[in-house]
């Protein structure tokens, strides 16, 4: 079956990957990003198929604009992905005000935007598959990535409560969490110097190098796909076994720290007498 796509993110890395790969197929996608002329090939080969318009994810006016002009164009858009997003390698105490509130405005605040902008438009056709790019970072966490992963945690708590409101009208949300792999991401992300107090410790670890990352973008993007076309897309979607490993240890290992606590945690209950000395 045929599809219209709506991709944000789409210069490089897996959003690129995702309109190139939808276009192969026959299906349409509407693709935004900030420099549309980045895709130009794209626009050569695939024609009126592909619909390009410069979107910044943090201008709110413009990208209510853009999504309403979207699909209006189109008779229905069938999966929206929200992909737009970028990483900073840092300790907390090392990040600038400005790196904060530029990157949560983007990956954090514009992608809750962009939510809240398609649904009415969604719900007004009678349903549809809204996707976020997560990551395995948005169930674990690693030194030196804390911004990062406040967007992370951030996005999936958001579509956890939203997933519930909106399945009533059809639409539908699934959360993509890959592991590592080989993009355009890692090599544009800002890297922060290490300031004395943390030199030598968890925080001092040069990042993976990109060309020790698998080489999977093809694949992650074709799952992505797989997904989208399944009857019922899950609400999370592991891609690469190490996400798989990483998320399923670290949710056991929390899981076990909670267990541990029920006697405690009881004492709290209001049946229980508090002693006051």
Known sequence: MTRTWFVTGASRGMGRELVEQALERGDRVAATLRRPEQLDDLMARFGDRLWVRALDVTDTTRLHAVVDEAFATHERIDVVVSNAGYGVFATAEDLTGAQIDQMIATN????????????????????????????????????????????????????????????????????????????????????????????????????????????SQENTVAAIIRAAESANPPRRLALGTDAWQLMTGTLRQRLADIEAQRDNAATADIQHAVTRH
């Open 108 to 215: 954090l605040t514009g992608s809750i935007h962009l939510a809240r902008a398609v649904l009415p438009q969604l719900r007004a056709q009678g349903g549809g598959l809204l996707m976020q790019m997560s990551s395995m970072g948005g169930q674990l966490t690693f030194p030196g990535f804390s911004l990062y992963h406040v967007t992370k945690w951030g996005i999936e708590g958001f579509f956890d409560a939203l997933a519930a409101e909106v399945e009533p009208f059809g639409i539908r949300t699934t959360l993509v969490e890959p592991g590592m792999v080989r993009t355009g991401f890692f090599d544009a992300a800002t890297r922060v110097p290490v300031s004395a107090p943390y030199r030598g410790g968890p925080a001092d670890q040069a990042p993976i190098p990109v060309d020790q990352m698998p080489d």
